[in-house]
T-cell receptor, first 113, second 114 residues
């Protein structure tokens, strides 16, 4: 079953606006990662935030993590048409059988020029 | 460094047949994970190999299997294909186990079962 639920499922904005995507999860995690996927292609890693971190920045990306609420958000500032893609959060947890990434259902972001 | 490569990129098979997909990780990466992506189920973890050993396995039937070679290249095999196996199969490599660090994904193999 999917660990993460993402909100919204789809988001359409104008170039230059900010885009915020949210992710909620159910169990304890070791880290949370965000990935981007362009139209049925491979995923590209964007950012990793550890469970003891609250906020992380990378270029135009800002990720927050609230482990007490089991939620994370991804903010893309000053969006561009090239940011149009699906965005997935993925939670990582260590299990007795090893570690694994569990992906959310994704948010489809459309940035209109 | 060259990225993760997957072959073939597209595949059409008939129900009941079997298929083998190949993944070459980034040089130096010892962990290879496989995922299935479908519109209905999303991205689901299949299994992870590290140094030729399967370390973790998702909730898929035994028809799905894999292996990893000494050069870290990995193959996954699906036997007795079903229509529901139509999906994009993604492999990802990492320096450590899946989830510990970021994973680098290949472009995927699009499998269509008719």
């Amino acid at each position: 079953s999917q660990q993460g639920e993402e909100d919204p499922q789809a988001l359409s904005i104008q170039e230059g606006e900010n885009a915020t995507m949210n992710c909620s999860y159910k169990t304890s995690i070791n880290n949370l990662q965000w990935y981007r996927q362009n139209s049925g292609r491979g995923l590209v890693h964007l950012i990793l935030i550890r469970s003891n971190e609250r906020e992380k920045h990378s270029g135009r990306l800002r990720v927050t993590l609230d482990t007490s609420k089991k939620s994370s958000s991804l903010l893309i500032t000053a969006s561009r048409a090239a940011d149009t893609a699906s965005y997935f959060c993925a939670t990582a947890r260590w299990e007795t059988s090893g570690s694994r990434l569990t992906f959310g259902e994704g948010t489809q972001l459309t940035v209109n020029p | 460094k060259a990225g993760v490569t997957q072959t073939p990129r597209y595949l059409i098979k008939t129900r009941g047949q079997q298929v083998t997909l190949s993944c070459s990780p980034i040089s130096g990466h010892r962990s290879v994970s496989w995922y299935q992506q479908t519109p209905g189920q999303g991205l689901q973890f299949l299994f992870e190999y590290f140094s030729e050993t399967q370390r973790n396995k998702g909730n898929f039937p035994g028809r799905f299997s894999g292996r990893q070679f000494s050069n870290s290249r990995s193959e996954m095999n699906v036997s007795t294909l079903e229509l529901g196996d139509s999906a994009l199969y993604l492999c990802a490599s990492s320096t450590s186990g899946s989830g510990i660090r970021e994973q680098y994904f290949g472009p995927g193999t699009r499998l269509t079962v008719t």
